[in-house]
């Protein structure tokens, strides 16, 4: 490289366009996956307190949404259940409802938009009155195996409902191989599977929690099975577990303070890695906005290129609509 005088790197910076040339990174609207939440019943849309912006809807609600999806060419949406009480038990039996909401919110999305992939969670914190992910012993501990077994049941009847994507996000060891053999058995041979490999023990949920209507205690936390933010080599072994277990693509979570870990895994790994800006991550950009602290369209945008420039492959943000208006010039 020449020194200065002769290399300015000042001037490659000097107009929009030559900005735009040079630029190393782009975000499109084929990037972003947007995620929903889902409730029963009819004409109903609902604020979600610690998401201003952000609302739960029933299905008909939904459909004008995917209209917009489709308009905005986002490829992929995710839904996630939002259940009364009452259909909360222990072991999270709603899950493996083939007619509960998730199952039929699939099905009705697959037959009027086509076009738009739906990505299905594979947990069970939406239907347990414990609101931890899996089945629990007595002492509480949550039991990998025996939840594992009851995932594949609800992958299995997610898959049958027409899911694109299987996304397990439950951190239970051995999963990915587990439903990847259970789609294989049903001849589900297209049935892309987004696995949650590096799955952070995050304070950044909490609203997300709240939007689920989690019953997950003050004092109750995940870290047995969801990662330690202090480790990166273990995100390492995660990934590539996943990868020999059949995951087609990996996912970290959260989003901006663990794009070391996107940039790791990228680094070592020849599969698409994707980002999950969580509840939290949007709750601190959209208070800080909503507080005239920050410009919004300035602040978002940015966050969602650094995704790129960290080598994800696609992010999956709260914001991902309004990006993509803003990214298609639709609003200001
Ligand atoms: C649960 C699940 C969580 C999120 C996605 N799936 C919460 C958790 O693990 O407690 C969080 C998403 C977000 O915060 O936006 N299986």
């Not at 990174?25 to 409730?39: E, G, H, R, V, Y």
């Not at 909401?101 to 699939?106: E, F, K, N, Q």
């Not at 978002?300 to 709260?318: H, P």
Request: aromatic share 10%; net charge negative.
């Amino acid at each position: 490289m020449q020194a200065y005088p002769f290399y300015r790197p000042r001037r490659s910076r000097r107009w929009k366009w030559s900005r735009e040339l040079f630029a190393e990174s782009k975000l499109c609207t084929n990037d972003l996956i947007q995620p929903f939440f889902l409730l029963d019943g009819k004409k109903k849309e609902v604020n979600i307190e610690k998401m201003p912006g952000i609302q739960r809807y029933s299905i008909d609600r939904l459909f004008y949404k995917l209209e917009e999806i489709e308009e905005l060419k986002i490829p992929l949406v995710a839904i996630f259940p939002c259940l009364e009480d009452h259909l909360k038990t222990s072991n999270g039996e709603e899950a493996l409802n083939e007619d509960g909401l998730v199952c039929s919110t699939i099905r009705e999305i697959k037959k009027r938009f086509p076009g738009i992939g739906v990505m299905a969670d594979v947990a069970l914190d939406p239907y347990t009155n414990h609101g931890q992910d899996g089945l629990i012993d007595e002492a509480g501990n949550v039991i990998n195996d025996e939840t594992v077994r009851v995932l594949c049941k609800q992958a299995q009847i997610q898959a049958e409902a027409g899911a694109d994507v299987i996304a397990p996000s439950d951190m239970m060891d051995g999963r990915i191989l587990a439903i990847r053999k259970t789609l294989e058995d049903l001849n589900r041979t297209d049935t892309l599977i987004m696995s949650y490999a590096a799955k952070y023990a995050s304070a950044f949920y909490g609203p997300f929690r709240d939007a689920v209507s989690s019953k997950l205690g003050k004092t109750a936390s995940k870290k047995t099975y969801q990662m330690d933010p202090r480790n990166t080599d273990e995100a390492l072994r995660e990934a590539t577990l996943d990868i020999f277990e059949g995951a087609d693509m990996l996912l970290v979570k959260p989003g901006l303070p663990y794009l070391d870990i996107v940039y790791r895994l990228n680094a070592k790994l020849d599969m698409p890695i994707f980002s999950y800006q969580v509840s939290g991550e949007y709750a601190m950009l959209k208070t800080a906005v909503m507080q005239s602290m920050l410009d919004e369209k300035d602040a978002v945008l940015e966050s969602l290129i650094c995704f790129k420039r960290a080598g994800s492959s696609g992010i999956i943000s709260y914001f991902s609509m309004q990006a993509a208006k803003w990214i298609l010039n639709l609003e200001k």
